[in-house]
């Protein structure tokens, strides 16, 4: 089944030391999302690659850094995570064409805890 | 004002009722318009995408209202598995960036 995967699912870092999480997706999305949801709160986009074209929210802070090496992959870089950055990360995709365009797929999401 | 406003419930309905969830928003340029439903600490899932001329599936039926800004999910016959929080998802800026809501949470109780 085509679908987006993350891993780890749970992420446990400590303050300040880096951490990277990981997404792939086999839907051939042309666009790929990370939000960063907290507790009873909306999820949050933080940036998107369209394409190769990296699309940075304005309020996203500078501790979070993205990579899209390939279609298939996306990776979320938190330099140095803070105690605040404790909430669940997810990915998403969608597609500009097809019968259904903009349609976000969301993957399991990582839950990340910082100590 | 908020870019997307839900009432957030949270809604406790009996099995088989009818309930019915609104949502307003702020961009009059807005396009693009869906429900999600979220399980507890699970990601969101795509439930219907809102069309213009309103949209049925199953027991589940959405409704926009551009004049008003102004969007509808009405589920009928409520199942327990329909216990989950109902997020309002509406386009800002390009058709690619989505606002969610902060959601509506619906218990059905048998």
């Known amino acids: 089944d085509a679908m987006v995967i993350q891993n780890p699912r749970y992420q446990v870092t400590q303050f300040g030391k880096p951490v990277t999480l990981s997404c792939s997706q086999t839907l051939n999305h042309n666009v790929m999302y990370w939000y960063q949801q907290k507790s009873s709160q909306a999820p949050k986009l933080l940036f998107h690659y369209y394409d190769k074209d990296f699309n940075n929210e304005a309020d996203t802070p500078d501790n979070f850094q993205s990579r899209r090496p390939n279609t298939s992959f996306c990776f979320l870089d938190i330099r140095s995570p803070g105690l605040g950055d404790a909430a669940m990360y997810l990915c998403?995709?969608?597609?500009?064409?097809?019968?259904?365009?903009?349609?976000?797929?969301f993957g399991p999401g990582t839950r990340l805890t910082v100590t | 004002r908020k870019e997307v406003e839900q009432d957030p419930g949270p809604f406790n309905v009996p099995e088989g009722a009818t309930v019915a969830f609104n949502c307003t928003y702020s961009n009059s340029a807005s396009q693009s318009f869906f429900w999600y439903r979220q399980d507890c600490r699970k990601e969101p899932k795509l439930l219907m995408s809102v069309y213009s001329s309103g949209n049925e599936d199953g027991r589940f039926t959405a409704q926009l209202n551009r004049a008003s800004q102004y969007i509808s999910l009405l589920i009928r016959d409520s199942k327990l598995s329909d216990s989950a929080t109902y997020l309002c998802v509406v386009n800002s800026g390009s058709a690619r960036q989505l606002t969610f809501g902060s959601g509506t949470q619906l218990t059905v109780l048998p």
């Open positions: 998403a995709t969608s597609s500009d064409t097809g019968i259904r365009p903009y349609e976000q797929y």
